[in-house]
């Protein structure tokens, strides 16, 4: 009896063995099909964009994961910044007195993005005109976009508190002033980061970014959605550099035309544009408190789906410059890709004037070879990346050190920035509060 009761049990342990098994099996290929790219009505090839959860990976576990291959969306990984709970009357409060770059999209423009008709305001103008009240619009002008103009040390310290640089790219090569550096040993930051604010419906269209870095976004309020191609992928399936005639001129900034007509991204015609159906497009919507990261030189489509505003850097990150050097030498070196040795504190100049492939030799050379560099992978390497602010990257022990040093820069150098008194007078003002 006891041997027919003890069969019976490892009967049912074997059964629940097995279906254990067989759900696990069913939830890897449920998550394997999920994965894979589907068809949309345009016929285009959709591949959600990868999503993790915040607090999930380490800076160092992200890279190892995920390289600088594919589009990740971090989600939760910012809603502890102070900016997460901004409205945008706190927004004006903070910042309404800089000066910010508006543009329009126009979907026959071959410009960058497709924005256009470039205004300069007050942020608080752009606030109360085009984000609360949105009045112009029902004069038939067109949604205004905030881009990416001048950068937040330039128009809003101050708001440097309340956005930091997240864990996963604080450790970077940014653009500085290289007298400055040379000088203080303070790595000024100069022209970053960006702010982009726009309502529903506000858009660019396809482009790639200059220096043809990596690119990530911290989204502080509403939902923006990303359609993003690998540079890779573009390079097997597109004629990336024009050479066949086949109008494709994305990768020097300007949008592809072809018979009259220019694609689009969000609205594309596969009857002139075939080869974007033949690219895998991962698409991916980035919420409030979200975080989301490109590799380098990836083409990028974003829409706003409701009012929505958000705070990104052009930098390039330990554990991408390799990448990054292979992507740039084989784009022929467009759109300044090798400059980011310019502000490495690079012991190797004297050769990058030379080309081909000794060129992107020396430019990894120069990476390995800086202090600079070698100094910021070391903190990465012993996962010592966390959340920083503008000032710990640049250097300086508080705020108000840091503030006052860009107050001082702008005073050296206004001509160079195209800064007004109006401009310097709201940015040393800030260093007081």
């Keep these: ?110 410009l960058w993005g497709g924005l256009v008709d470039k205004k300069y305001m007050l942020l608080s103008e752009y606030v109360d005109n085009h984000v609360l009240n949105q009045g112009n619009q029902t004069s038939g002008e067109p949604p205004r976009y905030l881009t990416a103009g001048l950068g937040l040390p330039q128009i809003c ?10 864990k996963y790219v604080s450790l970077s090569v940014f653009p500085i002033d290289g007298a400055q550096y040379k000088q203080t040993k303070k790595r000024n930051q100069l022209i970053m980061p960006v702010m982009f604010i726009g309502n529903k419906g506000t858009k660019t269209e396809m482009h790639v970014d200059m220096m043809l ?81 490109l590799p380098s030189a990836a083409f990028h489509g974003v829409r706003n789906d409701d009012l929505s505003w958000g705070i990104t850097i052009n930098a390039l990150y330990p554990a991408t410059m390799n990448k990054q050097v292979d992507v740039c030498a084989d784009s022929g070196y467009r759109l300044s890709c ?26 990894k050379q120069c990476y390995r070879q800086s202090a600079l560099v070698q100094g910021l992978k070391r903190e990465f390497d012993e996962s010592r990346a966390r959340d920083m602010f503008l000032h710990e990257i640049s250097g300086f022990e ?17 001509r160079a920035f195209g800064m007004g008194a109006h401009l310097l007078e709201n940015v040393c003002r800030q260093c007081q509060s």
């Design 213 to 293: 870095g990596p690119f990530w976004m911290s989204v502080y309020s509403g939902s923006k959605t990303f359609r993003v191609v690998t540079y890779w992928d573009a390079r097997r399936r597109w004629d990336l550099f024009n050479k066949r005639g086949k109008g494709n001129h994305l990768i020097d900034h300007t949008r592809w035309e072809r018979g009259g007509e220019i694609m689009e991204i969000w609205n594309p015609n596969l009857d002139i544009f075939p080869e974007v159906g033949e690219v895998t497009i991962y698409e991916g919507k980035v919420n409030a408190g979200d975080w989301i990261y």
């Design 338 to 363: 090798d400059g980011y040795y310019g502000y490495s504190d690079c012991p190797m100049k004297s050769f990058l004037t030379t080309s081909s492939w000794l060129k992107k030799w020396a430019l």
């Design 1 to 110: 009896m006891k041997k027919k009761h003890r069969g019976q049990a490892l009967l049912r342990r074997d059964a629940a063995k097995l279906f254990a098994a067989v759900c696990v099996t069913f939830v890897l290929a449920r998550a394997l099909f999920d994965q894979r790219p589907r068809r949309d009505k345009n016929g285009l090839r959709i591949k959600e964009i990868q999503r993790i959860q915040a607090g999930t990976l380490s800076a160092k576990e992200f890279f190892a994961k995920f390289g600088d291959d594919v589009p990740v969306i971090v989600e939760g990984e910012v809603k502890h910044h102070p900016a997460f709970n901004m409205s945008f009357d706190t927004l004006k409060e903070a910042c309404g007195k800089s000066m910010v770059e508006t543009k329009v999209f126009d979907r026959n423009s071959k």
């Design 157 to 166: 310290p101050r708001l440097e508190l309340y956005a930091p640089v997240p």
């Design 398 to 414: 508080n705020y108000q050190s840091w503030c006052q040093g860009q107050c001082e820069l702008y005073r050296t150098h206004a």
